[in-house]
């Protein structure tokens, strides 16, 4: 079963627009990642957060964490058409843990030219 | 150096048949992962192996889905007697050790089963 949820399903937007998409999961988790799919193939990293971290940054990408909602955001800037994609997030639980990853429905993005 | 390699790209069989699915992970690599990603289910854990330990199988969905990692490296998913519903795309992913790492994967292996 998926333990995160993300919203929205779908998001169309003009290219140099931002994009902001939002993720909640449900169990305590020891990071959470952010993950690109293209044409439904390979997953690409985009960036790790871990718990005790709140806020990271990797080029135009801006990611939050709140571990007290259990919900985390990833923000594009200045959107390029070539960031049209399907955007996953993916937990990695607590102690004990294998580091299996779990995967929310993920966030269809549209950037239109 | 080369990333997540898996074979083939595309595999079309008849039900009832078994399939084998290939992962090569990157070099060093000890945790590999295999997930499945359909349209009804989304992405979803199936199995995980790190180094010698006894792999993690709790995400297979019946006994006709098996994996092994030969030498610490390459692994293989079968799939027996395959049905409609195993049609989907199974990924694998590596990852230099476990829980705390980041997951590069494959490009994956589209399955579909007629």
């Known amino acids: 079963s998926q333990q995160g949820e993300e919203d929205p399903q779908a998001l169309s937007i003009q290219e140099g627009e931002n994009a902001t998409m939002n993720c909640s999961y449900k169990?305590?988790?020891?990071?959470l990642q952010w993950y690109r799919q293209n044409s439904g193939r390979g997953l690409v990293h985009l960036i790790l957060?871990?718990?005790?971290?709140r806020e990271k940054h990797s080029g135009r990408l801006r990611v939050t964490l709140d571990t007290s909602k259990k919900s985390s955001s990833l923000l594009i800037t200045a959107s390029r058409a070539a960031d049209t994609a399907s955007y996953f997030c993916?937990?990695?639980?607590?102690?004990?843990?294998?580091?299996?990853?779990?995967f929310g429905q993920g966030t269809t993005l549209q950037v239109k030219p | 150096g080369a990333g997540v390699s898996q074979s083939p790209s595309n595999k079309v069989t008849e039900k009832g048949k078994d399939v084998e699915l290939r992962c090569d992970p990157i070099s060093g690599h000890t945790a590999l992962y295999w997930y499945r990603q359909s349209l009804g289910q989304g992405l979803e854990f199936l199995i995980y192996f790190q180094g010698n330990s006894a792999p993690d199988k709790s995400g297979l969905p019946s006994d006709r889905f098996s994996a092994e990692r030969t030498g610490g490296s390459v692994s293989t998913l079968t799939i027996q007697r395959t049905q409609q519903e195993d049609s989907a795309v199974y990924l694998c992913a590596s990852s230099f050790q476990r829980g705390q790492e980041t997951q590069y994967f494959g490009p994956g292996t589209r399955l579909l089963v007629l």
């Open positions: 993916a937990t990695s639980r607590g102690s004990g843990n294998t580091g299996k990853l779990i």
């Open positions: 957060i871990r718990s005790n971290e």
């Open positions: 169990t305590s988790i020891n990071n």
